[in-house]
């Protein structure tokens, strides 16, 4: 964690951000480093290509990248500056200023998380900020079944937790070992709970 005398606003965040060094968030006023295995690393590949797949295949109006920052809010009104494992956005909102660094401050389309150590965060704090920012679509990927048995149920099995705003409200939908993962981002999509759990072990195009 880097740290610093005062909380940071999201502007700060992207003047200081370590550019070349990782990847980082602003929590709670304090710039944080995102770390990922080999393997969290893996999922999150494999389905950023597959969205590009059925992006170009379909010529659908996104754009897909790991590395799309933007600002959320918590009930707090505390900004801060989140980068999810993959993330979805429009290309007309994209391309609106192609001279711009990577950060947005609208809502994009879809949002991807890989579950690690600190679960808490993506079922938590992030669906609370994604959902009061208005992306249409989020992803809880937990691929090694770590969050509690709450979440996962039981016996915990690796899962694929799908929100969809409806209303101005997340409604969920788990998937988990031969099931199809269903998306409204992406409707023909054709990919299992247990493909994104076999593509973190072997990772293959």
């Known amino acids: 964690m880097i740290t610093t005398n005062k909380k940071l606003t999201f502007e700060e965040f992207l003047a200081q951000y370590p550019d070349g060094y990782g990847i980082f968030e602003l929590v709670n006023g304090e710039i944080v480093q995102v770390e990922a295995t080999r393997a969290h690393k893996n999922v999150a590949r494999y389905l950023m290509f597959n969205f590009n797949d059925e992006i170009r295949r379909l010529g659908l109006d996104y754009i897909v990248d790991k590395d799309i920052v933007f600002r959320t809010k918590t009930a707090q009104g505390r900004e801060q500056g989140r980068n999810p494992e993959v993330g979805v956005v429009l290309a007309s909102v994209w391309n609106a200023n192609v001279l711009a660094y990577g950060a ?91 493909q994104v759990v076999t593509a973190s072990l072997i990772y293959k195009l």
Not at 143 to 155: C, F, K, T, V
Not at 172 to 180: L, N, W
């Open 104 to 194: 947005l401050t609208e809502s994009i389309q879809l949002a991807v998380e890989v579950v690690s150590t600190n679960w808490e965060d993506d079922y938590v704090d992030k669906l609370d900020e994604y959902q009061r920012l208005g992306i249409a679509e989020y992803w809880i990927v937990d691929y090694l079944a770590i969050a509690s048995r709450n979440y996962l149920g039981n016996p915990k099995v690796p899962s694929v937790f799908v929100y969809q705003l409806i209303d101005g409200e997340y409604q969920v939908q788990q998937y988990k070992e031969s099931e199809r993962i269903i998306s409204q981002t992406f409707p023909e999509l054709a990919i299992a709970v247990e």
